[in-house]
């Protein structure tokens, strides 16, 4: 049981280019989340799913899209990167009424845009 | 909307010492509570969690009571170690769709022997 995984987990982009976050997990949860994390302000939402084919924004979407076509995947996608989406990228998973809600993170990608 | 307030950090103590870390809250209702730990170059991982008024979550010597006339669920623990050196995150699931969490900006936890 792995839990979360992520690929990759560095990345350096230019500017303009594109590129795909991947995220798994493999404990049959139908909420899964992106989430962006800056120095010193805590973790950002930027969009989140409830079940496949079922995407929302979350605080922070643009620039960003998503889709949820099996249970076990959610990947983002930067289209234009830009300096300001250089951040740390966390995907998590939970699952209604187990375990009070909580949420399973994976290990995080670095991105840096230059 | 929903908001959470941590104090901020660098908070850094002696092996042994207690440790506080403030975190309070803004939100309707009744919110779930909780809070998270990142250990260097890792994921967040769920320490405690609370689900209504008074309860009192507590995990690894941690502990924290939802207080609801506060609004406020503050970390404590009655002797840190070097390996509690990480940040922590308060955190609060509201009433919205989604199972959504808001995030505080996080305090780092420095235990030197």
């Not at chain 1, 120095?39 to 995407?55: E, F, H, N």
């Amino acid at each position: 049981n792995a839990g979360v995984t992520q690929t990759p987990k560095f990345r350096i982009l230019k500017i303009g280019q594109s590129m795909t976050l991947q995220c798994t997990q493999d404990m049959n949860h139908n909420y899964m989340y992106w989430y962006r994390q800056d120095p010193g302000m805590g973790l950002k939402l930027i969009y989140y799913s409830v079940g496949a084919g079922i995407t929302d924004k979350g605080e922070v979407p643009n620039g960003y899209n998503v889709s949820r076509s099996t249970t076990e995947d959610f990947p983002l996608r930067l289209e234009l990167a830009a300096p300001s989406q250089t951040s740390v990228y966390f995907c998590a998973s939970s699952q209604p009424g187990q375990g009070g809600y909580e949420q399973y993170f994976g290990p995080g990608t670095r991105l840096t845009v230059t | 909307g929903d908001s959470v307030t941590q104090m901020e950090g660098p908070v850094t103590l002696s092996e042994e010492a207690f440790l506080t870390i403030n975190c309070t809250y803004t939100a309707t209702g009744y919110p779930s509570l909780f809070w998270y730990v990142q250990y260097p170059g890792e994921g967040l991982q769920l320490l405690l969690k609370a689900t209504k008024a008074d309860d009192k979550g507590s995990n690894k010597g941690f502990e924290a009571t939802y207080r609801k006339e506060t609004t406020s669920f503050h970390l404590e623990k009655g002797s840190v170690q070097v390996s509690d050196s990480a940040v922590y995150f308060c955190a609060l699931r509201g009433l919205g769709g989604g199972n959504k969490l808001t995030f505080g900006t996080g305090t780092q936890l420095k235990v030197e022997l």
